[in-house]
């Protein structure tokens, strides 16, 4: 996606969902596409498709509540199947994704933009939290415990307001803004994907400039380097 950004021409980098943690993100599908997806696989059918392409991993119980809508569907599971039938492609599970959440009880994130796109808010949002930020940890494969929730920290109302702002580059993301305690606390699937994708650590101890925001285009990265200073 290209776009003009102060009269310079930008190729914006697009993020697709097998880009995100796919142990950490979980996805909501349209009713008629997940439908489409699980159609055919009753339980006497499951124990093959389970012994075929995955090794028999997958549990009865957990699949029926994926194929019923009871629960999403954890991303690693769709990665999977696009490597193993053409018709679901990584295209196709993002155009029929209409939410998604990072793990426990994480906030939904309601009509997404996917791919998610590179452009000056989530550069911005990125150097915030590195700077400002905190992660929260969750339950599931390989995660901290702790909180289910990032939180960006500013006593300054403008860059409160103007962060939320800059959160509509993932889709409709519900916050809850405290200017008196100075805090914006948001979903922790945000600070997942961009841990990943950046390769950051936002703890105190460990945050530091990721040498992958330098393949950013040279037009975004100052808006990068901007809000981190």
């Not at 993100?25 to 596409?33: N, Q, T, Y």
């Not at 803004?177 to 950051?200: A, C, E, R």
């Not at 040279?218 to 981190?228: D, E, H, I």
């Amino acid at each position: 996606m290209t776009s003009n950004i102060n009269n310079q021409k930008i190729e914006f980098r697009e993020f697709h969902i097998n880009q995100f943690p796919v142990d950490r993100i979980f996805i909501s599908l349209e009713k008629s596409f997940r439908r489409r997806l699980f159609d055919g696989i009753n339980q006497s059918k499951f124990e093959n498709f389970n012994k075929l392409y995955f090794d028999n991993k997958l549990k009865w119980s957990t699949f029926k509540q994926w194929k019923y809508g009871q629960n999403l569907i954890p991303l690693w599971y769709l990665v999977h199947l696009s490597h193993i039938f053409q018709e679901f492609s990584i295209q196709e599970f993002e155009n029929n994704t209409i939410a998604y959440k990072g793990p426990s009880t994480s906030a939904l994130i309601k009509n997404p933009n996917l791919p998610l796109k590179e452009d000056e808010g989530l550069l911005k949002i990125a150097a915030h939290l590195l700077g400002d930020g905190s992660v929260g940890g969750g339950f599931g494969s390989k995660l901290p415990g702790g909180k289910q929730h990032s939180e960006y920290r500013n006593f300054t109302p403008e860059l409160l307001d103007s962060f939320e702002k800059d959160l509509s580059v993932f889709g409709e993301v519900p916050t809850t803004k405290n200017y008196k305690h100075g805090s914006l606390i948001i979903p922790n699937s945000i600070g997942y994907m961009l841990q990943h994708i950046y390769n950051i650590k936002f703890d105190t101890f460990n945050s530091r400039l990721p040498t992958s925001i330098f393949n950013s285009p040279r037009g975004l990265l100052a808006y990068f380097l901007r809000a981190f200073g």
